[in-house]
């Protein structure tokens, strides 16, 4: 009995007992069978992709068989969490299927947030649509159609529910904070974006779920749900990389690694690694570009998706023609061959 996952929840619930939001302080990948069998025998759990809610009841048990099953840090949560009024769930994922209940699709959010898995290690499919639109609060997660009850309540405390956002997905520090990350507006980074080690996210840089960053990167533009950006790659100041959700677009969208996307640029390629994009030029999949040689000798016309993920380039708009050019990046170590096969 090998599981995909395995965590222990606290959320909210809207008056109908529906998950609006689940916390998992300690997700795990891979939980060993030892973990799982403990927390079965205690939740009635006999296999499955499964969200089990517990009674107030359960959760000494649970801590005590988690404790004689030698998992001491998910029998400490357990533990903690008897004194919650709030209600608590166990999320069993046996195999990474689609999800199928709100909790699973909180569970692989927080499997990204924590890096325990990379963008696109986790199927996803179907969990847009399972997600319930909320309102964030000062107070939670509140049901759209509970929320003007509970402002009300608030005004005749004296106080205002301060309403963040209205959205499907949360801001992913209200759930974890990656280490060695820095977020000038936490707003601009949804839970289930996958943050590496010394990402930066500027105030206008904005990280979409399953998608983020590897590595170091600056990043002060948008990355777009399912892009990845490759350790060392800047995305410049309010640039902007395709997103597959809406408009059409399947090519998945990806910067390779010391990349730098230019100020007010945008990214409907896979771009490969140590190219640059001159500020201001969206480059995509269709766009007709001339390759030009050392000399900036005209070679050939390619279109944007035959240089998908191809190194050491940089486009740039011919400020004199309004044509788009690609050459070799001569910052960049290696040649690229595509560039020098007509020379
Ligand atoms: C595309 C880019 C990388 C080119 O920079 P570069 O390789 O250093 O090029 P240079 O500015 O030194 O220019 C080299 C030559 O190309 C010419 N050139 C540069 N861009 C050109 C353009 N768009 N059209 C025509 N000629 C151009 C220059 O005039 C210069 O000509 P010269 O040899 O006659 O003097 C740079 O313009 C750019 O856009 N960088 C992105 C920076 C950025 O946005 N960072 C993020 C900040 S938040």
Not at 5 to 30: C, H, M, T
Not at 80 to 100: G, H, R
Not at 187 to 207: C, Q
Not at 212 to 234: H, N, P, Q, W, Y
Request: glycine share 12%; hydrophobic share 40%; aromatic share 4%.
């Amino acid at each position: 009995m090998s599981y995909f996952s395995f965590a222990i929840g606290i959320g909210a619930q809207n008056k109908k007992g529906e998950w609006l939001d689940v916390y998992y302080q300690q997700p795990l990948l891979n939980p060993s069978d030892a973990l799982i069998k403990a927390v079965a025998g205690v939740a009635g759990h006999t296999g499955g992709n499964e969200a089990i809610t517990l009674a107030k009841g359960q959760l000494a048990d649970l801590a005590a068989a988690l404790s004689n099953a030698g998992e001491s840090a998910q029998a400490e949560l357990a533990s903690k969490l008897q004194n919650t009024e709030q209600p608590v769930v166990v999320t069993f994922i046996e195999s990474d299927e689609a999800p199928a209940s709100v909790p699973e699709c909180y569970l692989k959010l927080h499997l990204l947030t924590h890096r325990l898995v990379l963008p696109h290690g986790t199927n996803l499919t179907g969990l847009f649509g399972l997600l319930p639109n909320v309102a964030w609060t000062s107070e939670g997660a509140i049901a759209i159609d509970e929320l003007a009850d509970r402002q009300l309540a608030a005004r005749m405390k004296g106080g205002v529910l301060e309403v963040s956002a209205v959205d499907k997905f949360p801001k992913m520090t209200n759930y974890f904070v990656p280490a060695t990350t820095r977020i000038a507006d936490t707003d601009r980074v949804r839970l289930g974006a996958h943050m590496g080690d010394n990402t930066t996210v500027m105030h206008e840089g904005f990280i979409n779920f399953n998608a983020g960053t590897l590595g170091a990167s600056m990043i002060e533009g948008r990355i777009s749900a399912g892009v990845v950006v490759g350790k060392g790659s800047d995305l410049g100041g309010g640039c902007s990389t395709m997103g597959t959700l809406s408009g059409g677009g399947n090519i998945v969208i990806s910067v390779g690694e010391e990349s730098l996307i230019g100020a007010n640029a945008g990214l409907g390629i896979p771009l490969g690694d140590r190219c640059i994009i001159e500020s201001g030029l969206y480059i995509t999949a269709g766009t007709k570009i001339m390759l030009l040689d050392d000399s900036n000798q005209d070679v050939e016309i390619v279109k944007g998706r035959d240089l998908a993920s191809v190194a050491d380039l940089i486009f740039r708009r011919n400020s004199l023609t309004g044509r788009v050019e690609a050459k070799t990046n001569k910052t960049a170590i290696q040649l690229n061959e595509a560039l020098h096969a007509n020379n």
